[in-house]
Antibody
Framework: QVQLQKSGPGLVKPSQTLSLTCTVT??????????WSWIRQPAGKGLQWIGR???????NYNPSLKSRVTISVDTSKNQFSLNLTSVTAADTAVYFC????????????WGQGTQVTVSS | QSALTQPASVSGSPGQSITISCTGT?????????VSWYQHHPGKAPKLMIY???VRPSGVSDRFSGSKSGNTASLTISGLQAEDEADYHC???????????FGGGTKLTVL
């Protein structure tokens, strides 16, 4: 059973960088059956796809966030990470790390969401 | 504003059937069969209920079914149960540009 455990601060100051790391257990992040994604949900709004990474390091990003987002992978630790720069209050949301099934490009395993608030 | 349009809320009584729509364009929902549906109980992790328009993952009740017509996908829940009360989100993947879009989510209330 794939499990995803997120770590990172719950409070970030405006203009700073939001950094989250997701540790995958029960599955190898280098498996060719999945890639690894970040999704967020602002309060009262729908889900927003942030981007994804293959174990090879290839990334795809949401065009609306692309200039501020970096997703990276550390295969030695079975982890992948999110960096979002120059944050504002609009980046306040519940953040999820998620596995994406390459066979049908859907999100099959989700970590517990974590509230990240941007505030001074 | 979400790329896909869902009704904000739907409701039904136990035992009834409801349908939630998800409307996109010919470049996402209408162009590919990569439509998925997720059930989200607040405070918990979302759960994949349907992928590729109408395929249920192992373990998902056959009361849940998906379909698509043109640019609109639909999720139907039959034999409503109290535990079905949750938020439901649709998503569409566009392979040509490797992009995922979601709907705004629909709150299902079981009366």
């Amino acid at each position: 059973q794939v499990q995803l455990q997120k770590s990172g601060p719950g409070l970030v100051k405006p203009s700073q960088t939001l950094s989250l790391t997701c540790t995958v257990t029960g599955y190898s992040i280098t498996s060719n059956t999945h890639y690894w994604s970040w999704i967020r949900q602002p309060a009262g709004k729908g889900l927003q796809w942030i981007g994804r990474i293959y174990a090879s390091g290839v990334t795809n990003y949401n065009p609306s966030l692309k200039s501020r987002v970096t997703i990276s992978v550390d295969t030695s630790k079975n982890q992948f990470s999110l960096n979002l720069t120059s944050v504002t209050a609009a980046d306040t949301a519940v953040y999820f790390c998620v596995s994406t099934n390459r066979g049908h490009d859907s999100f099959d395993y989700w970590g517990q969401g974590t509230q990240v608030t941007v505030s001074s | 504003q979400s790329a896909l349009t869902q009704p904000a809320s739907v409701s039904g009584s136990p035992g009834q059937s409801i349908t939630i729509s998800c409307t996109g364009t010919s470049t996402d929902v209408g162009g590919y069969n990569h439509v998925s549906w997720y059930q989200h109980h607040p405070g918990k992790a979302p759960k994949l209920m349907i992928y590729d328009v109408n395929v249920r993952p192992s373990g998902v009740s056959d009361r849940f079914s998906g379909s698509k017509s043109g640019n609109t996908a639909s999720l139907t829940i039959s034999g409503l149960q109290a535990e079905d009360e949750a938020d439901y989100h649709c998503s569409s993947y566009t392979p040509r540009i490797a992009r995922v879009v979601f709907g705004g989510g629909t709150k299902l209330t079981v009366l």
